[in-house]
Nanobody
Framework: QVQLVESGGGLVQPGGSLRLSCTAS????????MGWYRQAPGKQRELVAD???????NYADSVKDRFNISRDNVKNTVFLQIDSLTPEDTAVYYC????????????????WGQGTQVTVSS
């Protein structure tokens, strides 16, 4: 089985920064892409950024000047650096990854983390 575990959320003042981390573990053959979504209260989950293997990152238009996604392929970890936070960034941030497992190396599955809360408030 595969698990994704996020960390780094918390309460931060407007204008502050956070760095979220998400590490995949388990029976991993290959990770094809990793990304971050967020879900604010009363809203649908939305893509924030993703980073396919060997390709450039993609960002939602609303965050591309303030968010930076990166990967450590050795550690199976994806990071999300968030700067200039505003109250509108308050949400649960979820990590996901498209992973081929050892058992089914030719088949890709989508895995999700449990989410980490980011609250921006003074």
């Amino acid at each position: 089985q595969v698990q994704l575990v996020e960390s780094g959320g918390g309460l931060v003042q407007p204008g502050g920064s956070l760095r979220l981390s998400c590490t995949a573990s388990g029976s991993i053959f290959r990770i094809n892409a990793m990304g971050w979504y967020r879900q604010a209260p009363g809203k649908q989950r939305e893509l924030v950024a993703d980073i396919p293997s060997g390709r450039r990152p993609n960002y939602a238009d609303s965050v591309k000047d303030r968010f930076n996604i990166s990967r450590d392929n050795v550690k199976n970890t994806v990071f999300l650096q968030i700067d200039s936070l505003t109250p509108e960034d308050t949400a649960v941030y979820y990590c996901n990854a498209r992973i081929a497992t050892m058992r089914f190396p030719l088949h890709e599955n989508l895995f999700w983390g449990q989410g980490t809360q980011v609250t921006v408030s003074s």
